[in-house]
């Protein structure tokens, strides 16, 4: 879990450098100065990854499964079987609205 923020140093203009021996003062000035250079960054997604997945028969769902018939003691019985091959995911889906990064460092409700 813990997918959802950016690993990568400097890609995301709100944040600091991460490095340990940075003052405050510095930090501050160099996010200010990186907020400045990028007129075009944005704070809000509008895009994410999609956790759904298309199967053969081009059904579109979280998990797929089949059931199988198991014959125990001469007794029959209906087992569900989780499909986990032949799947293909979805993609990128367009949010219906837009939701704030996640890395955004600035307070948005004090209580």
Not at 13 to 21: H, K, R, T
Request: net charge positive.
């Amino acid at each position: 879990m813990g997918g959802s923020g950016s690993k990568a140093k400097g890609v995301w203009p709100f944040g600091g450098s991460g490095a340990a021996g940075d003052s405050a003062s510095d930090v501050s000035e160099q996010s200010l100065a990186r907020m400045q250079g990028l007129k075009n960054a944005t704070p809000f997604v509008f895009t994410r990854r999609s956790s759904l997945y298309y199967d053969e028969d081009g059904d579109l769902a979280h998990e797929f499964y089949e059931e199988t018939v198991v014959t125990k003691n001469g007794r029959k019985k209906a087992k569900l079987k989780r499909i986990q091959k032949n799947l293909i995911p979805q993609g990128i889906v367009r949010l219906d609205y837009p939701c704030i990064h996640v890395d955004f460092p600035v307070v948005l409700c004090e209580v």
